[in-house]
């Protein structure tokens, strides 16, 4: 699965492109749902991790506030190391199920799943919708991806996204692609 976000000025939004396989699908992203998506999507990652750690308490001690908040930039730190930024986005012909134009999302659902992945569903006015299953790595790559994006459009969010970097404490990210 790949991920590519690009601001759109004439539009004053964000066109995420996300491809599975041999199919594309366009979705606009205004800044009201910019912001909700980063924010689901932290949330699911806190979700997900909190499911992780639950189970593991059962059979060690619970951990305090400041360890859970060092593991959690672990596991983004070592996702993000982990990612493939520089991998030029596939654009050949793609089947586009949602017609050629994005959608423009007007609703976000989702969940956490036990094994740690996250179902989201982005709907439309009219009731399109894209649903992806993504890991908790992915997760915290949107996060990177959405939150620089965003930064270049200056749409001022002040998120966390923009300080989340990779192992070596650098950004490492490609014309907002995601691979």
Do not use: C
Request: net charge neutral; proline share 2%.
């Amino acid at each position: 699965m790949q991920f590519k976000a690009e601001y759109i000025s004439l539009e004053d939004r964000l066109r995420l492109r996300i491809r599975k396989g041999e199919t594309e699908f366009l979705v606009w992203l205004t800044r009201r749902y910019t912001k909700l998506l980063l924010e689901v999507l932290e949330k699911v990652s806190d979700a997900t991790e909190d499911k992780t750690e639950e189970s593991e308490q059962k059979k060690e001690a619970v951990a305090t506030e400041r360890k859970k908040e060092a593991i959690k930039s672990f596991k983004r730190a070592a996702a993000l190391k982990e990612a493939d930024f520089k991998t030029k986005y596939k654009e050949t012909p793609a089947e586009r199920p949602l017609g050629e134009q994005p959608m423009l999302v007007s609703r976000i659902n989702y969940s956490a799943e036990e094994d740690g992945k996250v179902k989201l569903n982005l709907i439309s006015p009219e009731g399109k919708s894209v649903n992806i299953n993504i890991t908790q790595e992915i997760v915290f790559m949107l996060i990177k991806l959405l939150g620089e994006t965003s930064e270049k459009a200056e749409w001022g969010l002040g998120d966390r996204a923009a300080s989340i970097t990779t192992a070596s404490g650098k950004a490492e990210v490609d014309k907002g692609l995601l691979h």
